[in-house]
């Protein structure tokens, strides 16, 4: 569990972050309320006037998943990992555009072309990557609002491409030394899905392999590379790779193309990052950058798991690090419902008509809360989120899935378009 507990004052101006062991006294005492329960905030009852600790806000953007870690000196006191729904907004997206293509081929009343709503502002952006900008920059402003932040570190390029496509710049030690493999390295392995490319051997130790040999005027440019298990590395030799594969053209087909091919997930990063960091200097706040490679750099050195929340505590120029907390807060955004107001089914064809009220006998949908129920079937304390009806009927989600009437609820978290473990 998490070994802090954020404190806001009674203006609510956020102070150093407690042990829950103090925060448990001090809520025993009265002298403090629950603020919010997810992340755990306390707010006390009187003004405090001291200068909290200022603490770092650390930042691994990602293109599912975004790692958030706090750092107060060399200590690691919260993490949190958010879960992106990108992926559910481009086939919400998909959904709309092949009705509104099947209602244009029907034979309806004429509806005239409209042009001008195409323009396209400048710095825009595609819904799901713009909700990946949005989406973090609303948990920064939840982390200042909570913490007291006095820096912020992004990590703002996945791989350093420039570098790689050109290894042989010469005069910068940070590309001649030992960074420039991790860099290259962890790119080939999501490049390539950690699997050799001739064979698809898994969980073996794989190597860099040059597909135009060096001794036939290959470069060690990334679009050269791909990884390659010793046994086929050995039997490739320096043949060329059209000889070698010269009795599976599909697999050389295969190969040639995916050399070529960007990482999907690292071209939405490297669309986004540029925005992430520009609004995050409008926050007034200095923000610093690195690099994946030297976040890798930093967890290898430092022995420590592959996560999203501990890749973020490694952004940046990182000495030591002391972990003080042991699971991070998993966020997932959920989004705040829909405006569709008919359903439709596959063909496009109406099939139910919303209601345009949200809430329901004092509670809404997405709300965390606990039912006890004294008897019948699903007697019980139950903890999970509702979905509400018009009726006083709501469905529970917990570890079952029921029906509860509202006089058994108590609402935990109000509904704010995400969910929490």
Known sequence: MSNTVFVLDTRKSPLTPCKPSIARKLLNAGKAAVFRQYPFTIILKKEV?????????????????????LKQGNNIIFGAELTHR???????LESRRSIRRARRARHTRYRPARFLNRTRPKGWLAPSLQHRVETTLTWVDKMVRLAPIGSIVQELVRFDLQQMQNPEISGIEYQQGELAGYEVREYLLNKWDRKCAYCDAENTPLQVEHIQPKAKGGSNRISNLCLACEKCNLKKGTQDIQDFLSKKPDLLKRILAQANRPLKDAAAVNSTRWVLFNRLKETGLPVSTGSGGLTKFNRTRLELPKTHWLDAACVGQVETLEVLTSKPLLIKAMGHGTRQMCGTNKFGFPIRHRTPE?????????????????????????????????RPSFKLSSSKIFDVHPKYLEVIHRADGYSYQ
């Not at 965390?368 to 304390?381: F, P, T």
């Open 358 to 390: 949200k809430a329901h006998f004092g509670f809404q949908t997405g709300d965390l809360v606990r039912a006890i129920v004294a008897a019948g079937k699903y007697a019980g304390d139950w903890v999970g989120r509702i979905s509400v009806r018009a």
């Open 49 to 69: 006037d001291a200068t909290p600790v200022p603490i770092e806000l650390k930042l691994d953007p990602g293109s599912k998943t975004t790692g958030i870690a």
């Open 86 to 92: 990108g992926q559910t907004i481009k086939a919400s």
